[in-house]
């Protein structure tokens, strides 16, 4: 199934249910000022608002055009009131369109599916290179010294985070949320799972140094120098 991701500022929009139309899931997601706290899967879109609590919208649509996992999202601003000036500075600072709000869960997938082909869409291309290891998010691929890692695509997904999230310890929590998985607290057990299952991987291609684990607390993505 294809995954279109929906981000948001609006927190309660966020916690939306997904979506299902054909073959394509549609999932809602929280825009903080630091970016996407999950992996942006397929196709992206942002909702900013014009007001934010912590910055301004137009700095947050700045922000997305600098970071390299939204640089190709369609992004909307939210106006307060349909201003010919606000309009102008929107557009000027990156977004796509915009609309007036208030904007609910309907309201933005009506505007996704209005411009979502229903064709075969996968997210653009993109490389995510460390040294010798280098992720094809496109493919789900990832290599190490040209050899490929033999992961399953959770433990792929597993990676991809970590990869984009370096030397940081990574909580089993911020993991379940990054891939957008729910359940009771023994499910943050199946973390392990899949770290365990990764390291196996890395390990079959002499990678395995680049999974850390911080009793306690984590696991980190000790980023290998260029």
């Known amino acids: 199934m294809q995954r279109v991701s929906i981000f948001t500022t609006d927190q309660e929009t966020a916690c939306a249910a997904e979506f299902v139309h054909g073959d394509t899931l549609f999932e809602f997601a929280l825009l903080t000022p630091d970016g996407p706290k999950r992996l942006v899967e397929g196709p992206a879109w942002a909702f900013v608002d014009w007001v934010m609590d912590d910055l301004s919208g137009l700095e947050m649509v700045r922000r997305l055009r600098a970071d390299p996992r939204m640089a190709d999202a369609h992004v909307t601003m939210i106006l307060e009131e349909d201003d010919a000036e606000d309009r102008r500075r929107a557009l000027k600072a990156g977004a796509d369109d915009y609309a007036v709000a208030p904007l609910d869960r309907q309201d933005m997938l009506d505007r996704v599916l209005a411009l979502h082909t229903g064709e075969r869409v996968i997210g653009p291309e993109r490389l995510i290179e460390h040294g010798d290891l280098v ?82 607390k984590g696991y980190v993505f000790d980023a290998p120098e260029s």
């Open 135 to 216: 992720i094809n998010s496109a493919s789900e691929q990832a290599r190490w010294q040209g050899e490929p890692i033999a992961l399953r695509p959770n433990e792929f997904r597993v990676l991809r985070f970590l990869a984009e999230n370096p030397n940081r310890i990574l909580s089993r929590q911020e993991l379940i949320d990054a891939l957008g998985k729910d359940g009771p607290p023994e499910y943050l057990r199946t973390v392990d799972v899949w770290i365990k299952r990764l390291r196996f991987g890395l390990r079959e291609v002499g990678a395995d140094s680049l999974l850390r684990t911080v009793h306690g």
